[in-house]
Structures are given as structure tokens and as C-alpha cells.
């Protein structure tokens, strides 16, 4: 049964640090738009305060969630328990994008690793956090993180990467622009 909380208590933050990844959903707010939902790996999240989270987002083919929270602020984090006790704790929040050149991302920055894909901070806000029980998660031994991502970002300069964010991540698949997307049209 679902249970909400009022805050991301100790044991949360606890729970939501043992996990390997989790997913994060958001939705353009079009009736016929594309719901998003992505898988996130490596040690990328960070509990910021009993109801704020950040997660650092590395370079890739698409840029939904930052296009949607531009758009509408809703997202959701999933965290499920593959081993263990079974759970399942969503946090649902409003979302904004953090990109390199801002004052917040100088203050951000420093609590995740350095990965020289990273495109910019998701931080979300959070205004309902509720665990339900999980007991249809299978159990899944985990065996180690993928390198692959670090690897293809590791492969290509800063340079590439710049521009490679800028032919891919300016706008989501349903055409919603990304704050990349806005940032370069005012360098234009
Ligand atoms: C090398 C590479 C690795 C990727 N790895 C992931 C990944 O681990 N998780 C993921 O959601 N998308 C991954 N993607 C796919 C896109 O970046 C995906 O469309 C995008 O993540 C969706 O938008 P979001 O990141 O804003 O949620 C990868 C793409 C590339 C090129």
C-alpha cells in the first residue's frame, strides 16, 4: 500500500543512496506529447535537503527531462529496491535545469563526481514523497555499473562534445526547446 511521507527522512536518503540508479519521468504538457522515461546509472544523485534532489546529467542522444521541466516543472524519480527488502519510493517534484554557466552550477557542481560528459544539473523540488511496497520487483543481483557512456564521452573533446549537444539536445522529439536549445540561439 502507498505511503507518504512528509519529507525524505534519513532512512530515505539512506535507501535512495544504496540504489544503483533510478528512473526519472516527465511528461510535455501536449495531450498528444511524448511521456518520457529514462534509466539513470553511475553515482550521479545527490540528496540535497528532506525535499530537494539533484542529479548530474551526462551528454547523450536525446535531452527530454531538461525540455519538459523547461516546459512544465513536473517530474518524478523512481527508486526500486532490486535486492533486499522490497520497496519502491517515488518523488515527485518540480524540476529545473542547472547549466554549466550559471552561479548555481559553481555551487552545485563540487558535491558530484567529475564526468566529462556532464551536460548540466536536474534538481528537483519536491512536493510528494511516497513509498508503495514492491513486491512484484524481481530481484536482481547487481554485478557492476556500465562504463560504456564514459567511455564515448571520454573518446571526444570538449569541443565535440559542444557541439555535438548543440546538433542533438537543443529541443525534445516532440520540438519543446531545452534551455541548451535557448542558449544557443542567443549566441546566434
Ligand atoms: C552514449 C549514450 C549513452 C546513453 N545512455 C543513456 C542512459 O544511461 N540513460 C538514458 O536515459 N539515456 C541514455 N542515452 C539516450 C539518450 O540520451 C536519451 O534519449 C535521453 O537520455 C533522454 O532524455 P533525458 O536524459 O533528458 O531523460 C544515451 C545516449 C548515448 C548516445
Request: aromatic residues 8%.
Amino acid at each position: 500500500m502507498a505511503s507518504t511521507k512528509e519529507t525524505i527522512t534519513d532512512e530515505l536518503r539512506a535507501f535512495i543512496e544504496a540504489q544503483q540508479m533510478f528512473f526519472v519521468a516527465s511528461a510535455p504538457l501536449a495531450a498528444d506529447g511524448h511521456v518520457n522515461l529514462s534509466p539513470k546509472g553511475l553515482d550521479c544523485l545527490r540528496v540535497l535537503g528532506p525535499l530537494q534532489v539533484a542529479y548530474l546529467d551526462l551528454t547523450g542522444s536525446g535531452n527530454e527531462t531538461s525540455a519538459h521541466v523547461r516546459e512544465n516543472g513536473r517530474i518524478t524519480l523512481m527508486f526500486c529496491a532490486f535486492a533486499g527488502p522490497p520497496r519502491i519510493l517515488r518523488l515527485y517534484g518540480t524540476g529545473t535545469t542547472v547549466l554549466p554557466e550559471s552561479s548555481v552550477w559553481a555551487e552545485l557542481s563540487p558535491l558530484f563526481l567529475e564526468y566529462h560528459g556532464a551536460r548540466q544539473i536536474i534538481v528537483a523540488d519536491i512536493n510528494r514523497v511516497q513509498t508503495s511496497c514492491g513486491f512484484a520487483v524481481p530481484l536482481y543481483e547487481y554485478s557492476g555499473q556500465r562504463e560504456t557512456l564514459l567511455k564515448w564521452a571520454n573518446a571526444k573533446s570538449d569541443q565535440d562534445l559542444e557541439s555535438y549537444r548543440q546538433q542533438k539536445n537543443t529541443s525534445s522529439i516532440d520540438g519543446l526547446p531545452t534551455p541548451i536549445g535557448e542558449q544557443v540561439s542567443e549566441e546566434v
